[in-house]
């Protein structure tokens, strides 16, 4: 009998080794994708399974306003930002994070991705993780030294890192890159200044040949880090029209917004697939459902939605008739793509935008006709489990100045109040809402 156990010890002890081995070799980076040829892309579907075929992590998190991933933070930059909120949350609200991975979030520019961004690219350069032109070939940059750090380790780390992609305005400025802004059939800018430039650029997703160019971009970034475990998710920055009278005369509203979803088809069809078979989570922030543009679509394809305004009212762009926080409930109760927000802080000072209650029972007791700032405890107990708004992932941006109500401190109090074990989530429920399966690796 004892040798019998014996050799059961070693065999589970072998089992666990050749198990382990697989999964580093899994998670760690996979060798960059030779030049493919350029092909059009076909729709593609989401799986039917729920949440099948993505790596879907549930997060709590905060984000930076201040720190471009291309740009040149060194090594050890995510620190600081670590330092602010979310290494105090995990030591004094540990139960929070039983299904739910701390969230770092950044944001980088498109044409921060060249090294000289006045070479027009080839659709088959374009397209390649290898062309000598991105930057992440030339020389050491923020995104790749953040994947690397401890902390997240490429998906051995204890955070996650959710990467915000700056295609177009009103995501950021100057965010094509400059070959594009010379081409006015590709571009235009909005709200030029007395130096003559705003770099409110945006792109013209209703001229094809700018969807392929955006496209094309996001394949090699895919090809190149989207296998990377360490990454929460890649999220799409917006792409607000605009001022009506800046508009290009010419522009086709309509072929703006589904020039928009023939790029979510692309890249999501391109994504890299894991040893699992699953690829990164791809979220669009704001999108704007109209013109032939709806939630089965994002469903369909697979592509999630966050909000990055911290309102409670979530007005969806462009069709106040059906309001954001209606589309989130049903992808949310839909089971087949991410729901989030990444919150600005725009709306958080005070004097800000007030929202206006209902009289829904609150932790707070807010009557009917209060109206007030969203706070970070009235946004995570709206967002989540018992809340009018389920969330999967909840990540804010900081902001301490100017008398915001989203500060660092109410921001930890927040999670330390509504997350799992908090002091008020038993009976308002813990938030962000739980996944189907609880907490993925």
Not at 171 to 193: C, F, H, I, R
Not at 217 to 244: C, D, P, R, T, W
Not at 255 to 260: A, D, E, Q
């Amino acid at each position: 009998m004892k040798t019998y156990r014996k050799h059961i010890v070693i065999v589970a002890f072998f089992g666990m080794f050749l198990f382990l081995t697989g999964c580093q070799k899994e998670i760690l980076p996979e060798t960059e994708a030779k030049t493919e040829k350029t092909e059009p892309l076909k729709s593609v579907e989401a799986k039917a399974a729920g949440f099948a075929g993505v790596r879907h992590f549930a997060g709590i998190g905060t984000k930076s306003w201040s720190k471009l991933t291309f740009s040149k933070p060194g090594k050890g930059w995510i620190r600081p930002e670590w330092n602010k909120v979310m290494a105090k949350a995990v030591k004094e609200a540990p139960r929070a994070f039983d299904q739910h991975y701390p969230v770092l979030g950044a944001k980088l520019r498109w044409s921060r991705a060249y090294h000289n961004q006045n070479i027009k690219p080839t659709r088959k350069q374009a397209q390649d993780p290898n062309w000598s032109n991105y930057i992440w070939n030339r020389r050491e940059d923020g995104l790749t030294n953040a994947l690397n750090d401890p902390l997240i380790a490429g998906g051995y780390g204890q955070a996650k890192l959710m990467v915000i992609v700056a295609l177009t305005s009103s995501s950021n400025v100057y965010a094509p890159p400059a070959w594009m802004q010379k081409d006015k059939s590709l571009t235009w800018e909005e709200g030029k200044n007395n130096n003559g430039h705003s770099g409110a650029w945006h792109v013209r997703f209703d001229n094809p040949k700018a969807v392929d160019h955006a496209s094309d971009f996001m394949i090699a970034f895919l090809k190149k880090f989207g296998n990377n475990q360490g990454l929460h998710s890649i999220v799409l920055g917006e792409y607000y029209l605009g001022l009506k009278k800046e508009r290009p005369s010419n522009l086709n509203r309509g072929r703006y917004f589904r020039g928009v979803r023939t790029m979510w088809e692309r890249i999501v069809r391109a994504a890299p697939r894991d040893g699992k078979g699953n690829r990164v989570n791809i979220v669009q922030t704001n999108p704007a459902l109209e013109n032939g543009v709806t939630v089965n679509d994002m469903e369909r394809i697979g592509i999630g939605i966050s909000e990055s305004d911290t309102r409670l009212d979530l007005p969806v762009r462009y069709n106040p008739k059906i309001p954001m926080i209606e589309h989130m409930r049903r992808l949310y109760n839909g089971k087949k793509v991410h729901v989030m927000m990444q919150g600005d802080g725009r709306y958080s000072l005070k004097g800000g935008r007030a929202q206006s209650w209902d009289g829904t029972p609150n932790p707070f007791g807010h009557r009917k006709g209060y109206s007030g700032v969203a706070t970070p405890q009235e946004l995570y107990w709206y967002h989540g489990a018992k809340g009018p708004a389920p969330l999967h992932t909840i990540i804010m941006a900081p902001v301490d100045y100017g008398n915001s109500v989203q500060s660092s401190q109410n921001i930890l109090k927040a999670i330390k109040e509504f997350g799992r074990g908090g002091s008020k989530a038993s009976e308002w429920g813990p938030s962000p809402a739980q996944m189907p399966w609880g907490k993925q690796r």
